[in-house]
């Protein structure tokens, strides 16, 4: 079974920068396409950026703005997303997905929380 976690969520001052990382077990995510979500409260979840099997990368361009990067690490089998240039409305729950096939995600993370506040 695929087991996801992330880590790397914290308060941070807006403009400021965090990493956040997706640690999979049970799969190496080099097989696997890999994605971020997102969900404040009161809200619903939100597509952030996904990288698939092959290496390519798509962005939610409307919320991400060019502001985040996903990438991948084979060797620790972790995703990252890095965020700069954050803003309050980046505040939410940060949760990391996977799918081995199909258009189902089919694997979540617990979540991490990133605050952006001054």
């Known amino acids: 079974q695929v087991q996801l976690v992330e880590s790397g969520g914290g308060l941070v001052q807006p403009g400021g920068s965090l990493r956040l990382s997706c640690a999979a077990s049970g799969r190496t995510v080099s097989t696997m396409r890999m994605g971020w979500f997102r969900q404040a409260p009161g809200k619903e979840r939100e597509f952030v950026a996904a990288?698939?099997?092959?290496?390519?990368?798509?962005y939610n361009t409307e919320s991400v703005k060019g502001r985040f990067t996903i990438s991948r690490d084979n060797a620790k089998n972790t995703v990252a997303l890095q965020m700069n240039s954050l803003k309050p409305e980046d505040t939410a729950v940060y949760y990391c997905a996977a799918t081995s096939g199909g258009s189902i995600w089919n694997y979540w993370g617990q979540g991490t929380q990133v605050t952006v506040s001054s």
């Open positions: 990288l698939n099997w092959s290496g390519l990368t798509t």
